[in-house]
């Protein structure tokens, strides 16, 4: 009777294991050629958490390699902020390209990535920005993922006002949305 039971309990986890194998495969995600769109909500705040906005982010690209996505982000923000000079509600916009290299085979992929680009509108100064940013998409299906990011951009007008900005003109944008490979 022990040698029945050992027997079946032997044969239940020797049939488990493709099971286990096939969950832990590298179906999800991306493959090169493959492009990405994403929509997500968007928060920014000032180096000094003083003030900030919301706003939404679309973000198209292109997988150059299975681990590096290259691609356009476009944001559309909306700011209510009244200050003693401010009194008034206003909209600006981000155009940015963006290169981005994910960690990992499974569903939890993390990532690095810098972006350009230019910020625009009522209540900025029109300037260009540089960015650090880094997150995870996590693949709730093959192709679709819920995505976090948090990115550090930095402000300048020339090329000889980059040093600096880096450390004095910096802003927080943070993102969280859903995102499709096709």
Known sequence: MIRV?????????LCALPMAASAQSSNF?????????????TGTNDRNFDSGSFGVTGDLGWYVRPDVVAGVRQSINYASI?????????????????????????????FVGASLGA????????????GLELGMKYYVQTKTYFLARAEYQFFFSSSSDASDAFRKSGAWAYTVGLGYNF
């Open 82 to 110: 009244k200050g003693e000079s401010v009194k008034d509600d206003f909209w600006n916009g981000s155009t940015r390209g963006y290169l981005n290299l994910q960690f990992l085979e499974d569903r939890a992929r993390p």
């Open 29 to 41: 995600g991306p493959v090169q050629g493959d492009r990405e769109f994403s929509i997500s909500g």
């Open 119 to 130: 910020i625009y509108g009522d209540g900025v100064k029109n300037s260009t920005f540089a």
């Open 5 to 13: 039971n050992t027997a079946a309990i032997s044969l239940c986890i």
